[in-house]
Nanobody, 122 residues
Framework: QVQLVESGGGLVQAGGSLRLSCAAS????????KAWFRQVPGKEREFVAA????????TYADSVKGRFTISRDNAKNTVDLQMNSLKPEDTAVYYC???????????????WGQGTQVTVSS
């Protein structure tokens, strides 16, 4: 019923920027915490960033802190991830998620998108 759809992925050179967006449909998720995760083949899905349901608190993985910014627009039921100073190691499929808890643990999120590919070339 609830659908999350990521967009904005693509190919970018190292040092460049991309802005990912996650749109929700079927039900308003404005009261849910939102998060971004990423995954590369053969590796576990790792936490990237999260924002609380009220939008007052954010947290980031150390690997992206200072480079990525998560934000939300509850009126449009979207959450964005602004990615600056991209590095080749940022290459992954990026997933958005929503859940009732503000957490970095993927198993505690209730809804997931299907992912969008981000490739950073050197």
């Amino acid at each position: 019923q609830v659908q999350l759809v990521e967009s904005g992925g693509g190919l970018v050179q190292a040092g460049g920027s991309l802005r990912l967006s996650c749109a929700a449909s079927g039900r308003s998720l404005s009261r849910y915490s939102k998060a971004w995760f990423r995954q590369v083949p053969g590796k576990e899905r790792e936490f990237v960033a999260a924002i609380s349901g009220g939008g007052g608190t954010t947290t980031y993985a150390d690997s992206v802190k200072g480079r990525f910014t998560i934000s939300r627009d509850n009126a449009k039921n979207t959450v964005d991830l602004q990615m600056n100073s991209l590095k080749p190691e940022d290459t992954a499929v990026y997933y958005c998620a929503a859940g009732s808890a503000f957490t970095t643990l993927n198993r505690l999120y209730d809804y997931w998108g299907q992912g969008t590919q981000v490739t950073v070339s050197s």
